[in-house]
């Protein structure tokens, strides 16, 4: 199936509260980035994490990397109505390249 | 600084046909990614291409989907015969050679095949 799975598959929050994605996957990694989509439009990069970190902040998003239990999770603080998109995980594999392998996704949805 | 540039944005095509879909990278990006995603699905890696040359092809379906990119121009991913399960959104991506990693993605060509 496919490497990278994230859960849950769609998630409807109040703004204001923080939302938690998670995703897993299946072969050793050098890193793990999160996209975000917003409907009918391209992906926009969030963050990346390498194999060797554990843990990673970029404003208002935190991302976690456990290898040994090949999961990530992202966590948005204080969401807002524009977190509203669908979140991608993907993994790669190797280092130097941009073959990634993505999960399903979560839709978020965030509730003025 | 122009982003990832795709066109068209829609393309209809008839069972048969052939679809031709255009990407222009971020000025100064040698490396392209072609993408594919079905509806309620993610992404799915097609090919990667370096200036003339198919670096990696191994999503690409073996008939009908060919990807180039030449010393000029834009990438080209090029479907002919088109089926309706070509039906698909097919986004591009490009990054610099020192940051492979990261990808800057386009927003996709919408291709329906009646």
């Known amino acids: 199936s496919q490497q990278g799975e994230e859960d849950p598959q769609a998630l409807s929050i109040q703004e204001g509260e923080n939302a938690t994605m998670n995703c897993s996957y299946k072969?050793?990694?050098?890193?793990l980035q999160w996209y975000r989509q917003n409907s009918g439009r391209g992906l926009v990069h969030l963050i990346l994490?390498?194999?060797?970190?554990r843990e990673k902040h970029s404003g208002r998003l935190r991302v976690t990397l456990d290898t040994s239990k090949k999961s990530s999770s992202l966590l948005i603080t204080a969401s807002r109505a524009a977190d509203t998109a669908s979140y991608f995980c993907?993994?790669?594999?190797?280092?130097?390249?941009?073959?990634?392998?993505f999960g399903q996704g979560t839709t978020l949805q965030v509730k003025p | 600084n122009a982003g990832v540039m795709q066109n068209p944005r829609h393309l209809v095509r008839r069972r048969g046909q052939e679809a031709r879909l255009r990407c222009s990278p971020v000025?100064?990006?040698?490396?392209v990614y072609w993408y594919r995603q079905l509806p309620e699905e993610g992404l799915k890696f097609m090919v990667y291409?370096?200036?003339?040359?198919?670096?990696?092809e191994s999503g690409m379906p073996k008939e009908r989907f060919s990807a180039e990119f030449p010393k000029e121009g834009p990438s080209i991913l090029r479907i002919q015969q088109v089926v309706r399960g070509d039906s698909a959104a097919y986004f591009c991506?490009?990054?610099?050679?020192?940051?492979?990693?990261?990808?800057?993605f386009g927003s996709g060509t919408q291709l329906s095949v009646l």
């Open positions: 991506a490009s990054s610099r050679p020192d940051q492979n990693e990261k990808l800057f």
């Open positions: 072969t050793s990694i050098n890193n």
């Open positions: 994490i390498r194999s060797n970190e």
């Open positions: 993907a993994t790669v594999r190797s280092s130097n390249t941009g073959k990634l392998i």
């Open positions: 000025k100064g990006h040698s490396h």
């Open positions: 291409l370096q200036k003339e040359n198919i670096i990696d």
